[in-house]
């Protein structure tokens, strides 16, 4: 043998880890076992070498600016889905934004009270511009407000 070969098959110093393994023949055979004693000859190298902890870093993102979008789309009237009737007026609205800023527009428009009709929904009660006049209107909170 020119190189000498560690007992799984690799030349010495040429890897880490097992890249293949003796079969139990081959070990049978071999000049490794011998009166059914295995010969395993173990060489320890010692790397010194100066690691540096994991770097940190840092991403700067910016404030969440997803509520002027909304209030932009309820304003635009693009893509409503919904209109509410309030006092004889009515005013355009987002079913999947309503469902996910309020659990009772969720269980009135996708669950199980969802009223018959999710196209119009008349609501009792209430006058015009606190349901659509900013800055406490219900429409405009549940759109634009970070924290409905």
Do not use: W
Not at 80 to 97: C, L, P, Q, R
């Amino acid at each position: 043998m020119d190189e000498q070969h560690n007992v799984m098959g690799a030349a010495v110093g040429c890897c880490r880890g097992y890249k293949r393994f003796y079969r139990r023949n081959q070990l049978e055979t071999s000049d490794y076992l011998k009166d059914d004693t295995l010969l395993v000859r173990c060489c320890v190298g010692v790397v010194k070498s100066h690691t540096e902890g994991p770097k940190t870093y840092t991403i700067s993102v910016p404030p969440s600016n997803i509520g002027q979008h909304f209030g932009k789309l309820l304003d635009s009237g693009t893509g409503t889905d919904v209109n509410f009737e309030v006092d004889g007026e009515t005013f355009a609205s987002h079913k999947i934004v309503l469902a996910a800023r309020s659990p009772v527009f969720r269980a009135q428009l996708f669950g199980p009270m969802k009223d018959q009709n999710t196209q119009c929904i008349k609501v009792e009660d209430m006058e015009a511009p606190v349901f659509k006049v900013p800055p406490l209107a219900l429409l405009s909170l549940l759109h634009a407000c970070e924290h409905a």
